[in-house]
């Protein structure tokens, strides 16, 4: 009896390392609860101490809220307001970050997006019902990247009042530049948690997206989006 519930232990721990891997670690260094109840803007880490690291994924706000984190295979951009009420790229490390999400991914396993798979809320149902065949773990954080052409993006670049001391989630879309894009080539990045809501998701979604244009001339936070048709889907592998 005993070596019969042993070889059911043994059986069952094979079949959840098989089913299941480990997510890669996300890395979360501030609040959106703590800006939008405390205003509290103040940096959280440098971004210099990632410099030197490779395969680096990130998003994120920058200190004061002057500015969107984004950083693909540790090519950071970091778009921000400049004083012409234009967008501005940095394409280095030296700033600091009020809000910062991030993560290494060695490689990733690529699936087209389906074409019934349009809203953010279809999107997230779309993870939960790929995430045993991808081994991913949705009680933990966990990257993703979308390329190809997106139908329609609402976006926005964060160029917060130092000022106003009233923080709101509309207020935060409105601060700073924004924008609609229409079958625009880019390339998104994502982080996907069922249980950081008002930490790095809002208190709405379980996502939180940034993208790049693939001219690199305009990045920033997603608000809203409507994915294309031939887009491609990629989980960490």
């Excluded at 879309?173 to 079958?183: H, N, P, T």
Aim: negative net charge; hydrophobic residues 40%; aromatic residues 10%.
């Amino acid at each position: 009896m005993i070596r019969y519930i042993s070889l059911l232990l043994f059986s069952g721990l094979i079949f959840k390392s098989c089913g299941q891997k480990e997510n890669p670690s996300v890395q979360i260094y501030g609040a959106l609860f703590e800006m939008m109840h405390k205003g509290d803007l103040s940096s959280r880490i440098s971004l210099n101490q990632f410099g030197n690291d490779a395969n680096i994924f990130a998003l994120g706000a920058l200190k004061d809220l002057k500015g969107e984190i984004l950083i693909l295979d540790s090519k950071p951009f970091i778009s921000y307001e400049t004083s012409n009420k234009e967008i501005g790229i940095s394409n280095d490390f030296n700033h600091e970050a009020a809000l910062y999400v991030s993560t290494i991914v060695n490689n990733w396993s690529e699936s087209r997006l389906p074409e019934n798979v349009n809203t953010v809320q279809q999107f997230e149902k779309h993870i939960e019902e790929i995430s045993i065949d991808n081994q991913i773990n949705l009680e933990e954080p966990f990257p993703f990247l979308i390329k190809g052409i997106s139908s329609k993006v609402d976006w926005h670049i964060i160029n917060w009042d130092s000022k106003d001391t009233v923080h709101s989630h509309q207020k935060h879309i409105e601060s700073g530049l924004s924008g609609v894009l229409k079958d625009i080539p880019m390339t998104i990045l994502g982080f996907y948690s069922k249980n950081h809501k008002t930490i790095f998701t809002h208190h709405t979604t379980f996502v939180h997206m940034h993208f790049l244009t693939d001219d690199k001339k305009i990045a920033g936070h997603i608000d809203d989006i409507i994915f294309g048709d031939t887009q491609t889907l990629y989980l960490p592998n």
